[in-house]
């Protein structure tokens, strides 16, 4: 299923690939957040990312959240040190959340930078 990050905060199943980002401008200073997707069953989260411009930025960091209410978020895992080009990280397993959403942020340096983000929910 490809999908472009639509808030998903139901039990709908969604395991396989979704898009939770593209083009996403993230300024050093300031969070951002993607939608909510379901786990659909999952219990596994594969980040994949491109960052295309650090824009003065050394790297920035995709930390997995996640929550069972929508509203009370806890973190799965930080990413951090991410730089230009394609990332995968460390797949996390044995995610307890029914949604899961990514926060962006720059972790080093100071400016804006370009990214696209995608999101596997695998079962493991």
Excluded at 9 to 21: D, F, L, P
Excluded at 70 to 92: E, F, R
Excluded at 116 to 122: E, L, P, R, V
Aim: with cysteine; aromatic share 8%.
């Amino acid at each position: 299923r490809f999908t472009t990050g639509e808030t998903n905060t139901q039990s709908e199943k969604t395991m396989g690939y979704t898009v939770m980002a593209a083009r996403l401008a993230v300024t050093n200073g300031t969070d951002n957040f993607s939608n909510a997707i379901g786990m659909g069953g999952g219990n596994a989260v594969q980040v994949d990312a491109v960052c295309f411009n650090l824009g003065g930025a050394t790297s920035y960091t995709i930390e997995v959240q996640g929550s069972n209410d929508g509203a009370n978020w806890s973190v799965v895992t930080a990413n951090s040190g991410l730089v230009l080009g394609y990332s995968a990280p460390t797949k996390s397993t044995g995610v307890g959340f029914s949604m899961i959403r990514y926060r962006y942020s720059v972790s080093a340096g100071a400016g804006t930078i370009i990214i696209y983000a995608g999101c596997n929910i695998s079962h493991q």
